[in-house]
């Protein structure tokens, strides 16, 4: 257990749906990233904070993938009008900005859009 | 964009002996490199890290080596255990540009 919790571990749900990921990232971490990872393959980037400003998020998948961090602490991600192809394994991490870059993950959320 | 590929694909190798795996890339300006560790169902976990200013580092059983002339790190396994089985993934640069990853498969 790295101490970055994801939840839901699981979601199912039906195309057209939104869905709606959390992140808790290590207390004291003020970095946040957001990844896919889809079979047999490596994490994608998707976007990141430090503190509550998003610093990328030109590799946000298509307009209907929203991520926010309202108090710096928490990080929610949002997927609009859900496509089979968004099926996957949603991926957060955090990390400090002291000059290392080491990313703690979480443990993930499995995405399944029927 | 940072193009980051790591051969071999897949590894076999028995019990005890030593396996390596390499991880390159196109980023010049790179100088942290991680490897990361996912078992099945799990997120990944970094195992080992170096930064540009060695060539070298060790913790236990595993090393990480680079060399920034060529753009290549590599991560050394030696003594391999059953539980070292599952995908290793390099990083580059700042650990936004993941491989595809590496399966090792320890035969007991």
């Known amino acids: 257990d790295t101490g970055v919790s994801q939840n839901p571990r699981h979601k199912i749900t039906k195309r057209g749906q939104n869905v709606t990921f959390r992140c808790d990232p290590i207390?004291?971490?003020?970095?946040l990233y957001w990844y896919r990872q889809t079979l047999g393959q490596g994490p994608e980037f998707l976007t990141y904070?430090?503190?509550?400003?998003?610093?990328?998020k030109s590799r946000l998948l298509s307009d209907r993938f929203s991520a926010e961090r309202p108090k710096g602490s928490f990080s929610t991600l949002e997927i609009q009008r859900t496509e089979q192809g968004d099926s996957a394994m949603y991926l957060c991490?955090?990390?400090?900005?002291?000059?290392?870059?080491?990313?703690?993950f979480g443990p993930g959320t499995r995405l399944l859009v029927l | 964009g940072e193009n980051v590929e790591q051969h071999p694909s897949t590894l076999s190798v028995q019990e005890g002996d030593s396996a390596v795996i390499k991880c390159t890339y196109s980023?010049?300006?790179?100088?942290?490199f991680p490897w990361y560790k996912q078992e099945l169902g799990k997120g990944p976990q970094l195992i080992i890290d170096?930064?540009?200013?060695?060539g070298e580092k060790k913790d236990q059983r595993i090393a990480v080596t680079l060399n920034k002339t060529a753009k290549h790190f590599s991560l050394h396994i030696t003594e391999t255990q059953p539980e070292d089985s599952a995908v290793y993934f390099c990083?580059?640069?700042?650990?936004?540009?993941f491989g595809k990853g590496n399966q090792v498969v320890v035969i007991p």
């Open positions: 980023d010049s300006a790179s100088n942290y």
């Open positions: 991490a955090s990390s400090l900005t002291s000059g290392r870059e080491t990313q703690y």
């Open positions: 207390s004291e971490h003020n970095r």
């Open positions: 170096i930064r540009s200013n060695v």
């Open positions: 990083a580059a640069p700042v650990g936004l540009a």
């Open positions: 904070f430090q503190n509550e400003a998003q610093l990328e």
